[in-house]
């Protein structure tokens, strides 16, 4: 089963396989990673107003655009931004993705996702906060219709938060992004998405590395990856899962070596036994690695 994109509700298509620049802002970070991406073929880069690492971004692609040998043009690639919670509400969202176009060098964002359902100096339970997501959906419904950016989302949603939004707006989301892994399974968002035709895009796939670097061990894991070819590494089992599950991935690493291994989620396809087992470790091992907006109103 080689999957290397997802069909999206308005046609287009998603790469499963992307790469996480969290925590990276220059380009010294950066460039060996995502030059190692490209190479391995990589097609979807993940970035965020809040990682502070847009300028550094757009100065690699301009790069990677001017530089024959990647044979990779903009249509090529597929850029991922999101809003910081700082710049909820209509004209400052707009604002937002202008800024971020800009930072990019770009002309326009492949996907635009409200990066969090909350506004930053606001109380958890204040009003506001529905008010400015909703305020921020509409404008990234305009610039998706003046086609600054191709596809809109949200990112780290609950259940409440997205039907709410799925009751208001006028274009249903293109892909929801949150935390998913065997020890967090989300069973009622992975639903309503499903039912709505929303692509699910997993983050921290790999719980942050705890889940790969004996913070936390799942049971049978490191079996699981010895009975593959080669003895495929721990971290690529759990990517592969996701992408069984017809989830896109966003893995993130500052190792160059890491990013190539983690390209070889499509030279393996796991059991069912296998996926059955990774299926069931929510069950008896839960944890959260990232944030919680469930008391968000």
Not at 240 to 247: E, L
Not at 266 to 271: A, H, N, P, T, V
Request: hydrophobic residues 35%; proline residues 3%.
């Amino acid at each position: 089963m080689t999957v290397n994109s997802y069909k999206l509700h308005n046609g287009n298509h998603i790469p499963a396989l992307g790469l996480g620049t969290y925590r990276m802002k220059t380009v010294e970070q950066l460039e060996p990673v995502v030059t190692q991406a490209i190479r391995s073929g990589y097609r979807l880069i993940d970035t965020a107003e809040v990682y502070k690492n847009e300028a550094a971004l757009g100065t690699i692609l301009e790069r990677i655009f001017a530089d024959a040998s990647y044979e990779v043009q903009r249509k090529d690639l597929f850029i991922t931004s999101k809003l910081s919670p700082q710049h909820q509400g209509y004209e400052k969202c707009y604002q937002a993705v202008i800024d971020s176009l800009n930072r990019l060098q770009l002309d326009y964002i492949d996907l635009y996702l409200i990066h969090w359902p909350g506004t930053s100096k606001t109380k958890l339970s204040d009003p506001r906060n529905q008010e400015n997501r909703m305020a921020s959906y509409r404008a990234l419904e305009q610039l998706y219709n003046e086609g600054k950016v191709k596809q809109i989302g949200i990112s780290n949603y609950t259940k409440g938060h997205l039907q709410h939004l799925l009751d208001h707006c006028t274009i249903v989301p293109h892909l929801h992004q949150f935390e998913l892994h065997p020890c967090l399974h989300q069973p009622e968002i992975l639903d309503l998405c499903k039912n709505h035709n929303i692509q699910i895009q997993a983050y921290s796939s790999l719980g942050e590395g705890k889940l790969i670097d004996g913070t936390v061990c799942i049971n049978g894991l490191k079996e699981i990856s010895s009975r593959y070819q080669q003895a495929t590494t721990e971290a690529v089992v759990l990517l592969r899962w996701a992408i069984q599950h017809g989830w896109a991935i966003i893995p993130k690493s500052t190792s160059p070596q890491r990013v190539q291994q983690n390209a070889t989620v499509w030279d393996i396809e796991l059991s069912s036994k296998d996926m059955d087992l990774l299926d069931d470790v929510h069950k008896f091992q839960t944890h959260r690695f990232c944030w919680d907006s469930s008391e968000i109103y």
